[in-house]
Every structure is written in C-alpha cells, then in structure tokens.
C-alpha cells in the first residue's frame, strides 16, 4: 500500500522541552514534525509555579518559562501551552489571576514523587473539594493529571491485577468528578484499560493524552533487553492495556483522545541505583502514531482511517483546549526512515524506536505546505 497524508499540521498536547542549552533543539525536533503548537510541561527545576515573574529560586512563572521557550524557537509555534505545576503555594487567587491576563490556560498535578521532577506535587486528596479546585471550575481552566496512585507499596503499584494507575482511575478521578462538576480534565498519557473505558464513559469535559510508547509497546518489549529508553512512567503495560488505548484512538467519530507525545529528553538514563523516567519521540512522533494506528488495523490510504488519524493527531486536541485546528498541512508518506541517537552535549538521549527491532515505515516529506 502506498499513501500520502496531507493532514492539518498536529498539535504535542503534552511535552516535555527542559531548560538549558538544547531547549532549542527539542524544540527544533518538534517543528520538523509538523507539530503547530504544544503544551510543554512544568517540571523543570526549579518547577513552574508561578504565573507572573519574577522567578524565585523555588519557582519560575509561566511568564518567563514561556519567554525562555519563545526566544529558543517556540515562537514558530501557532499556540504554546505552559500549565501551572500545582504545589503547596498554589491559591486561588494565582488561579483567578492567570486566568484573567490569559497567561493561565492549565493546572498540572503530579503524585509526589511519582515521576521525573515531581516531588513538588501535593497528594490529590488535599485538592479534592478545595478552593484551588473550585477556582480552576469557575475559570474554566484545564486541569491535566498524571494519574497514578503515589506511595504506594511495590506489590501494590504494579501486579497484573492492580497498578498505581487503575488504582488512581477507581478511587480518585470518580471523587474528583463529584466534588467539580464543572473542571475540565486531562487524563495525561493514559496507559491502562481502566483508564481508557473510564475516560469514554465519562461526560465530554473529560479528555485524555496517549503516547506513541504506550500505542506501540508492551512491558515485555521494556523488560526484554531492559530497554531504558523504553521506560518512562506510568510504565508500558499490558497487552489487554494496549488494546485498549489503540480501541479508544480508533473508535469512529471520537472526540476525546488526542496527541501528548510526553517526549521527555533525557541525557543519562540509568544510575547505579535506578532510571530515570521518560521516553524520547522528538522527530519521530507522527510516524510512530501512524504505524499504531495501522497495527491497530485501521487503512490510513482510505478516507475513514484517515479521519481517525486526523482527529486523534491534528483535531481532538484543539477542540478540547479551545482553539482552532492549524490552518496548514504537513505531509507524511509511507516510506522507511531512520532515526538516531542524538548528541546533546549533555550525553546522548536515545529516541524510540532506535534498538526497539522496528523500524519507522512513515517519513516525513513536509513539515509545513
Ligand atoms: C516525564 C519527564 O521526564 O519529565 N517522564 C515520564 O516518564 N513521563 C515526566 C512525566 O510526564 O511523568
Ligand atoms: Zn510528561
């Protein structure tokens, strides 16, 4: 089968673009994509806490992050998203603020110490019912979630019965629907079938991210070789998960499942005494969602399977945060291509699917037409 896509150029609605001297090129890697416009990630050190400057040594504002972004390429974006990492010094009143100079479009959660950078995050159930929550419903601001239960033991974070993610989807997202029956949500980079069928079944204001690792990958693909550059939080799942999330991206006509790469750059992976967490798919993105999506069945050279793909990467996103789909195409075929490791400098950072026995079987012919 041979096919072209022209597809309205997509949207990382959940990235991550660091800080220091390559912020550049990750960014770079994510125009050369076709990507319009993303979300990028507060985690940074130290975290982005604040709206309005000036930095502290505790915490940046979306205000200069954002310029820090803008001055290293981010200003050929159509839309740059930076949500606000919730920590203890979050009030409503940053919230009503941000909201009203337009700075503030999202709120990020992070389960303390669940993942890269989050040990500034404060326990879901101290927001459930409070006024930062409230505040974030009455300025129909995003709320975007790494859902995955913190703290828990090891038999109780990953089992093929439970793992920190179903855990969070039954026991906080139904407590966090109830008590705000008007916050908009982003379930990021869900990876479970708990949290897929939570997330069709639950009313529209309820959105989700999926990954390209987590369309394509398994933990057998992680463990056999122990692929570090495989392993980013919450971790690859089962085969019933990927099932699931590749039903989810593939049901006709859906409209809440959309791009979040969570590309996460990172220089040194393993340590004496663990890994950090996070996979990199800057460059490569579109073509590894392509390639999911035909494993998942669907026949991207016919309107019907190009249309789940649009939506899925260039559509679904937009609509969910509110902003108009890119005027403009990028276009892809089906052709191999390569990817490499990258030298950074900092050490090198391993893309997917680089030693992952696969190739890509998308090219990307034009980032922009
Ligand atoms: C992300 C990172 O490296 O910043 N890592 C990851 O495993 N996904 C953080 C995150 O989104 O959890
Ligand atoms: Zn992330």
Request: with cysteine; hydrophobic share 35%.
């Amino acid at each position: 089968m041979s096919a072209v896509l022209n597809l309205p150029r997509w949207y990382d609605l959940h990235t991550h673009f660091r800080q220091g001297a390559n912020v550049g090129a990750y960014i770079a890697d994510h125009l050369g994509m076709g990507c319009a416009g993303a979300l990028a990630m507060p985690n940074t050190k130290p975290p982005v806490a604040l709206i309005h400057g000036p930095d502290t040594d505790k915490a940046w504002s979306i205000e200069s992050y954002r310029n820090i972004l803008l001055q290293a390429g981010a200003d050929a974006f159509d839309q740059l998203i930076i949500p606000l990492y919730l920590t203890a010094d979050t009030t409503p009143e940053m919230i009503d603020k941000g909201a009203e100079s337009g700075l503030l479009r999202a709120c990020k959660y992070y389960p303390p110490h669940g993942t890269t950078n989050s040990e500034h995050g404060v326990p879901m159930e101290n927001w459930i019912g409070g006024d930062v929550f409230r505040a974030l419903e009455a300025n129909q601001i995003t709320l975007c979630i790494h859902g995955e239960q913190h703290g828990l033991a090891g038999s109780e974070y990953f089992d093929e019965n439970q793992t920190a993610e179903s855990v969070f989807y039954s026991e906080k997202l139904p407590a966090i629907l109830d008590a705000h029956p008007e916050l908009r949500i982003v379930c990021e980079h869900i990876t479970t079938q708990d949290a897929a069928e939570f997330v069709s079944t639950a009313p529209a204001r309820v959105g989700a991210t999926i990954t390209p690792q987590h369309l394509l990958y398994t933990v057998g693909h992680l463990i056999q070789g122990l692929r570090y550059h495989l392993y980013c939080l919450p971790v690859v799942k089962f085969e019933k998960d990927l099932a699931a999330l590749r039903k989810a991206v593939t049901t006709p006509g859906q409209s809440k499942f959309f791009a979040g790469t969570d590309s996460a750059p990172h220089t040194t992976k393993a340590t004496e005494c663990g890994c950090a967490a996070g996979c990199y798919t800057g460059g490569c993105a579109p073509q590894l969602y392509a390639m999911a999506f035909e494993e998942a069945g669907v026949d991207l050279g016919n309107e019907a399977g190009e249309d789940l793909f649009t939506r899925f990467l260039s559509t679904n996103g937009p609509e969910f945060y509110g902003f108009p789909p890119s005027p403009e195409n990028f276009q892809m075929k089906r052709e191999p291509s390569t990817v490499e490791t990258r030298e950074t400098g900092e050490g090198p950072i391993v893309p997917l699917p680089v030693g992952m026995e696969r190739e890509l079987t998308w090219t990307i012919v034009k980032e922009s037409v």
